[in-house]
């Protein structure tokens, strides 16, 4: 199983800076990356697949990067509405499909 | 656009057998693109994939879970279905059902998620 390391656990930033998350994979999985936002009460929504290409309606603050098994999310001016939790999934080597613990972006 | 939604008990007795339903809308479970899957969160918890089935039917499960879980797909309704067998408190979580596209690996569009809780 391809484990999946989120860090930081929180990140705490200002509105209007850039925030940076990080996921790590146990095993080079390509661009096999997908993240993910989710805020409380609701279900997770799909942000950047195949590593860096933003999905449909996704703002261009949100970029993707990285191979292999290091992986970046930056957020290029953190707005209010992303205060959340970002979850990055792997699909390289499965089952199963294994998804990263969570960074939780919460307000400065 | 495509919907899908969750419905089935929100409490089940330990031993028993967890049941859930998700009703596709929008589209067909009938694709060759997709499997239709479901994922779950235990409470405070990170996401744990659970399994999917295809629309010809075919399945795959997570292997924490395989020999208690079965899912299916019931195309004349457009929907497809979970059983988890012999639960215990630590499957008390909120199950999602989701589309997963085959090749770029993506769960779009989620369901609301439901609570199903483990107790006597």
């Known amino acids: 199983e391809v484990v999946m390391t989120q860090s930081p656990v929180t990140l705490s930033v200002s509105p209007g800076e850039r925030a940076t998350l990080s996921c790590r994979a146990s095993q080079s999985i390509g661009s096999h990356l997908v993240w993910y936002q989710q805020k409380p009460g609701q279900a997770p929504r799909l942000l950047i697949h195949g590593a860096s290409t933003r999905a449909s309606g996704i703002p261009a603050r949100f970029s993707g990067s990285g191979s292999g098994t290091e992986f970046t999310l930056t957020i290029s001016s953190l707005q209010s509405e992303d205060f959340a939790v970002y979850y990055c999934?792997?699909?390289?080597?499965?089952?199963?499909?294994?998804f990263g613990g969570g960074t939780k972006v919460e307000i400065k | 656009q495509v919907q899908v939604q969750e419905s089935g008990p929100g409490l089940v007795k330990p031993s028993e057998t967890l049941a859930l339903t998700c009703t596709v809308s929008g589209g067909s479970v009938n694709s060759g693109d997709y499997y239709w899957s479901w994922i779950r969160q235990s409470p405070g918890k990170g996401l744990e994939w659970i399994g999917y089935v295809s629309y010809d039917g075919t399945s795959n499960r997570n292997p924490s879970l395989k020999d208690r879980l079965s899912v299916s797909l019931d195309t004349p309704n457009n929907q497809f279905s979970l059983k988890l067998s012999s639960v215990t408190a630590a499957d008390t979580a909120i199950y999602y059902c989701a589309r997963y596209h085959r090749v770029q690996g993506w769960f779009d569009p989620w369901g609301q998620g439901i609570l199903a809780t483990v107790s006597s």
């Open positions: 999934q792997q699909y390289d080597h499965w089952p199963p499909l294994t």
